[in-house]
């Protein structure tokens, strides 16, 4: 890692580690029964691992490296798949990293933040911050990908229905694509509401068809959960059961949601449906699966191998089992692109991306937030995922490796977590991590073959918004430090400028996002201009981690003397900045603010690349590209336009 590296996550272990003091609170279950939270869990945590079924068992046989559907593999494969979401999705993720939250809340940055705060500075740190940000760039990939091959992956069973469907697979996926994506700005507070019901007769449908096919053979139960079928497995065909992994990931992806999403519904509602409903209903439709190829002769094995799920169907159910499907997969969708709004947010807030215009489409809900550039962005990148591979099959070949890469480096994160902040001795860590690191190094080798094939696709994804994200906090940081070195104490400045200036009627306020050192605006007026106006109010605004500030605690005011006030308005993260609405509740500092008489000084940096030891010109560049399509601040705080003056800097990195 180059020096340059190391700068850039030390600058971002800044703003993490002032994150980890104000974590959010609130989002657990409070009140709420386990039970109700946890048919909620099942709606919205469970619906990308939920719709493996339709491809992972068949990608295993039938994928890009084709295995011989005989007894020996496909007893291997399910156990396989077995002891692949024991040892993934409950033993690391329910049962040990979800112990790991932050106030409450998973998710990479989570982690991030608790090793933030009990590393107390160490210089050893950054390259866990790096490869924590590297999982949240996944994440984006995984976003992207998740969507697509769903989606695809449902369509196809039309042609199970009716063949003349098969021509507009491609079509139909991108038509419900498109819609799911035009959909978010009106929100999915209502829609949500059908979200539990839905995926739960999804499920009850999954376990409904697996046993429908087990009667067949009830011994592939024991044989399933026999580990020794997956241990003969890669000791009879090594190499091929190594490659298989590629195929048997595909079961748990989604695992990590149960972590990022922790924070909605708490750590035991989601155990409890996990261990009670999800695992049981997926493995024994993934038994079914493997009864119904094993009971059919060589020839139509082959045949049946190509799209189990769907052919495990009863003719007269193959309609309401593909609009099952279908909806699933659209929840499933829904889930992974509400996720991309709140990481996205999550990111803006600790300094990792520039301001970007969210909205809140729910007032009860503080997940329901929509981000058009997050949202369009995502949709072309999917619809040209769907064109690009045109079928789930070829889209599976992307999938997983960002998945894999992302669950890797949770347990990175998890090792320092257990040593630094739990203080777990040796023995008792150790055993738990070699455990998790073989597991997660292997899937990862595995989804590496896949790399020629289109697993590319993620990880240029990934390395895409990874340089995005270090980028944008490294270059904060050093502008930060660059208009730092200039800054003028308040009272110095509040002594000499009130007497050597002139004073003209009005108010000025002049916004900054410090609250100390006086604002560059202020300075540039008065060095331009030569005049104070006779009220001045230094404005910040906070926002805290709570949905809604009480208006007994809106607002928190300092006279500074000489007419000089300090504003600091707080809001709740839900509560839309009304900034010129806020100020006419106040009266206690000099009387009250008419806006045909009040002037909004904004300062806005020009940002110049310059050969300085701090980043490449080209991430300069990047930097001052991504500062200039930032949100205004003016829409941001609804200032009116026409009283608004903005003053701009120079700044060079």
């Known amino acids: 890692m180059t020096a340059e590296s190391q700068r850039a996550a030390e600058g971002v272990a800044t703003a993490i580690e002032a994150a ?29 691992i939920g719709t493996s079924p339709l491809y992972a068992f068949r990608e295993t046989f039938a994928g890009h490296h084709p295995i011989e559907p005989d007894r020996l593999h496909i007893y291997g494969v399910l156990s396989l798949v077995f002891w692949s979401m024991m040892l993934v999705v409950t033993f690391k993720y329910v049962m040990t990293i979800m112990r790991a939250d932050n106030k409450g809340e998973g998710g990479s940055l989570a982690l991030l933040a608790l090793i933030s705060r009990s590393s107390e500075g160490k210089r050893w740190t950054w390259p866990i911050v790096l490869l924590g940000v590297f999982a949240t760039a996944l994440f984006y990939g995984d976003s992207m990908i998740t969507p697509a091959m769903s989606v695809l992956s449902a369509t196809e069973g039309l042609s199970y229905v009716d063949k003349g469907f098969e021509p507009y697979i491609v079509p139909i996926a991108l038509g419900i694509l498109i819609g799911l994506f035009a959909i978010q ?85 989601i155990g409890l449906s996990w261990l009670s409903f999800v695992l049981p209903a997926l493995m024994l439709n993934y038994m079914g699966q493997g009864a119904m190829v094993l009971a059919a002769e060589a020839g139509p094995r082959t045949e049946l191998i190509s799209d189990p799920f769907f052919q495990m169907m009863p003719q007269f159910l193959e309609l309401p089992v593909v609009i099952l499907a279908l909806l699933a997969t659209i929840i499933a969708s829904q889930a992974v692109i509400s996720g991309a709004f709140s990481l996205t947010q999550q990111a803006i807030q600790l300094g990792f991306m520039p301001r970007l215009r969210v909205e809140h489409t729910s007032a009860s809900a503080a997940g329901q937030i929509y981000i058009p550039i997050v949202n369009w962005g995502l949709m072309v990148m999917v619809i040209l995922l769907v064109l690009g591979f045109g079928s789930s099959s070829n889209l599976a070949a992307a999938y997983g490796i960002a998945v894999t890469g992302a669950m890797f480096i949770d347990t990175c994160l998890m090792s320092v977590v257990l040593f630094t902040l739990w203080k777990w001795p040796a023995w008792k860590a150790l055993p738990v991590l070699a455990v998790f690191f073989i597991v997660d190094i292997a899937y990862f080798g595995a989804n590496l073959i896949k790399v020629p ?201």
């Open 20 to 48: 980890a003091e104000t974590g959010h609170h609130g989002h657990g279950p409070h009140g709420d029964g386990k039970l109700k939270l946890a048919v909620g869990a099942v709606g919205v945590v469970f619906g990308d």
């Open 453 to 653: 094939d289109g697993g590319w696709v993620p990880l240029v994804i990934g390395l895409t918004i990874f340089t995005l994200l270090t980028t944008w906090s490294r270059g904060r940081k050093l502008m930060q430090e660059e208009m730092a070195e200039g800054a003028m104490p308040i009272p110095i400045f509040v002594k000499s400028a009130a007497n050597s200036a002139t004073r003209v009627p009005g108010t000025a306020v002049f916004m900054t996002s410090s609250s100390d050192g006086v604002p560059h605006a202020l300075l540039h007026n008065l060095k331009h201009n030569k005049v104070l106006h006779e009220r001045i109010i230094l404005l910040t605004i906070k926002i805290a981690d709570v949905p809604f500030v009480p208006e007994s605690k809106l607002c928190q005011l300092e006279d500074l003397g000489q007419g000089f006030h300090r504003l600091v308005l707080n809001y709740g993260f839900m509560q839309p900045i009304d900034v010129p609405e806020a100020l006419m509740r106040v009266t206690s500092c000099g009387g009250e603010f008419k806006m045909l008489e009040t002037s909004f000084f904004l300062s806005r940096q020009t940002l110049i690349a310059a050969k300085k030891p701090g980043m490449p010109i080209w991430r300069e560049k990047l930097f001052a590209w991504m500062l200039r399509n930032s949100e205004s601040a003016m829409e941001y705080f609804r200032l009116p336009s026409n009283r608004v003056v903005e003053l701009g800097s120079q700044v060079a990195i």
């Open 185 to 269: 700005a009106r929100g999915t507070a209502k829609v949500g509401a059908l979200f539990g019901p839905i995926m739960l007769l999804y499920f009850l449908m999954l376990a409904g068809l697996g046993i429908l096919h087990i009667g067949n053979n009830p011994w592939i139960i024991v044989e399933t959960l026999n580990p020794v079928n997956a241990l003969r497995f890669f000791y009879l065909d090594g190499f091929t059961a190594f490659i298989a992994l590629g195929a048997v990931v595909l079961a748990v992806t989604g695992a990590e949601a149960l972590y990022a999403d922790m924070g909605h519904f708490g750590r035991g509602p």
